[in-house]
């Protein structure tokens, strides 16, 4: 059995509610060096890990209790003038707050946390007692725990009952009380806490136990009452109109066609189609969460790798309200944390550096959100070195990227988008922040699978930014329904340029290979019938011209049946090559809806001149 059996529950509100409250404390910890005397900054960093401490000595987390409550007891001397907030002294809280990230990790997976790293938990106590002499701590986002033993434990009669029960159950955290600027004093257990079972220690050796428990990923969502009660509203309005339909066709089933009830059955039925237009709205705006979630992980983020490359960074935050669809929101913090890393590690220059350059030692970058119509802008931009084209052109040369040839024929924006290729660094040493060609690419990627874009500008000497573009939700996809043999299938709206007429004259042959000009560029003809492994039955009569994958093409189909909005429904057991899943027209039938990312790497589908018949 997992250490939590029977307290899954709780553990899962722990780790959101304290993760979240972690969140806020490194960001303010940010803030905190550049205003070391704000007391009621430090006060609600003080009670931020207090409640903290309180939730794992609920939960039994003796270990993260024990380095909560030293590292709390460093704020408590701070805010008091005990201590004097310091660079070295900033490094060993944010490598404090580090750890107890780390401890959440275990407790994700159901398992009581490691021990902190002792050589920690020795600057934590050197720290309290004033005597920090050593050379200072790194802090880095995730430091790794090592396992030990540390004594003298915070105990769970430690615990602010009042507070833990506002964490768990969602009430209003009730104002710190005077006596928790002295260490916390005992207090009595609630009797329903008393009756809760003591979490298991573990398994006896040999013991066979199933796995630990993931509880890393989320499956909750909070969601405004103003939004439920809004959907509860429309559900409400769709039932009286489900009724009014239901007793108009009894009319008619009964003989009753006369204009006035055609007419308010034409009027229902508009009706329950507003309403239904409504009610999917404001289901969808109960995914939608404020990106602001998101972005507070990285002041944390650039503070600690600037001051690991002896930089002088601020991450200046904006659009934090913007919303965003929850699983999207999950799925951007890698490659948001790869685009802030790179800023602060490739685009701003060192002090030196900036110093020769006439610009303030402080760097500012900068990450954005804004909603233009149906789409969301993220944007990355910092006020560094920039990036150089033709630096770009040969270091994707030299490393064997692309040849010399290819890189000649690129105008500066194409160049700019080398650095999205597997493989391509600008660095010429390999460090632990970067070097190795790994980034970018996967940012790429990871943004594509979302349905969306990245794309770069650079003044070189003035900075770079980073923009990316983002479909409002992936629970309802904007297509194209195109025909084929009689099925209907859907491509993403957003690969669509235009739709062009397939006449047999105007197709030329380049290497055996059907092409067209278009506005003077030739295209490649790829044969959907092929790329889904189908025989052509006739010449195609179509071309949708689409752009994907830094391709342009011409996918030919049989003809096309219009733009639509659908709902995407995964096949259940099967996965046939290159169809994401189906969903269903007006008419009741099934439409595929094509993945096209996958059959454009995975197939080769240039169609052969023998496909077009003249005539």
């Known amino acids: 059995m997992s250490d939590f059996a029977g307290m899954e529950e709780l553990l899962q509100d722990f780790l959101m509610e304290a993760g979240e409250l972690l969140s806020q404390v490194d960001n303010k910890l940010v803030e905190l060096e550049k205003r070391p005397g704000d007391k009621a900054l430090l006060n609600d960093i003080f009670r931020g890990f207090h409640t903290i401490k309180g939730g794992a000595g609920f939960l039994n987390a003796e270990n993260l209790v024990a380095l909560c409550h030293r590292t ?6 701070l805010r008091n003038l005990e201590l004097t907030l310091s660079p070295e002294l900033m490094d060993i809280i944010m490598a404090a707050t580090g750890s107890v990230r780390d401890m959440f990790g275990d407790l994700s997976q159901a398992t009581q946390p490691k021990a902190a790293d002792p050589g920690l938990i020795a600057r934590l106590e050197a720290a309290l007692h004033g005597q920090l002499h050593a050379a200072p701590v790194v802090a880095t986002a995730t430091p790794v725990a090592v396992p030990a033993v540390v004594s003298e434990p915070a105990g769970v009669d430690d615990i602010n009952w009042d507070v833990l029960h506002a964490v768990l159950t969602g009430a209003p955290i009730p104002p710190p009380a005077a006596a928790e600027a002295a260490a916390p004093t005992p207090a009595p257990r609630p009797a329903p806490v008393q009756d809760l079972p003591t979490p298991s220690r573990g398994a006896a050796v040999g013991a066979s136990a199933p796995p630990p428990q993931n509880l890393q990923k989320e499956t909750t969502i ?3 009452t103003v939004r439920l009660d809004q959907v509860l509203n429309l559900s409400g309005e769709i039932g009286l109109t489900k009724n009014r339909i239901s007793n108009l066709k009894s009319q008619i089933m009964h003989g009753n066609v006369d204009q006035a009830t055609l007419k308010a059955l034409d009027i ?10 409504d009610l999917q709205n404001a289901v969808m705006k109960t995914r939608m969460q404020p990106i602001g979630r998101l972005f507070q992980k990285y002041p944390r983020l650039a503070r600690d790798l600037a001051r690991q490359l002896g930089k002088d960074v601020e991450l200046v935050l904006s659009g934090e309200e913007t919303e965003l669809d929850k699983t999207m929101i999950e799925d951007l913090n890698d490659p948001l944390v790869h685009l802030v890393r790179n800023a602060v590690d490739h685009g701003v220059e060192s002090a030196e550096e900036r110093a020769a350059a006439h610009k303030p030692p402080k760097a500012i970058v900068t990450l954005s959100a804004s909603q233009m119509g149906d789409h969301i802008y993220i944007e990355i931009s910092d006020d560094g070195k920039g990036i150089r084209p033709d630096v770009i052109r040969r270091k994707a040369v030299e490393k064997g990227v692309i040849d010399a040839e290819t890189a000649n024929g690129l105008d500066d924006r194409q160049s700019l988008h080398l650095v999205f290729l597997p493989g391509f660094s600008t660095k010429d040493e390999v460090s632990s922040v970067s070097g190795r060609g790994v980034g970018m690419d996967v940012v790429k990627t990871n943004i594509n699978k979302l349905n969306g874009k990245i794309d770069v500008v650079s003044v070189p000497g003035q900075g770079s930014t980073f923009t990316i573009s ?3 939700t992936l629970a309802i996809l904007p297509v194209l329904v195109v025909r084929l043999n009689n099925q209907s299938f859907a491509v993403p709206l957003s690969m669509v340029r235009e739709i062009i007429p397939m006449k047999p004259k105007e197709v030329q042959r380049v290497s055996g290979r059907a092409t067209m000009v278009v506005r003077d560029e030739v295209l490649p003809i790829r044969s959907l019938a092929r790329m889904i492994g189908w025989e052509s039955q006739r010449s195609p009569a179509f071309g949708v011209l689409m752009h994907a994958a830094d391709t342009t093409f011409i996918l030919a189909v049989d003809g096309f049946v219009g733009r639509d909005d659908v709902v995407i429904k995964p096949l259940s057991d099967i996965k046939p090559r290159g169809i994401a899943g189906a969903t269903l027209s007006g008419d009741g039938s099934i439409v595929l809806v094509l993945d ?8 080769q589908a240039d169609t052969p001149m023998s496909l077009f018949t003249q005539g």
């Open 470 to 472: 983002l479909p409002l």
């Open 268 to 277: 229902a039925v508009s009706q329950l189609d507003l309403l239904v237009s």
């Open 72 to 77: 709390e007891s460093l704020f408590d001397k």
């Open 222 to 224: 909070r969601i405004d």
């Open 596 to 603: 096209m990312e996958e059959l454009l790497t995975n197939v």
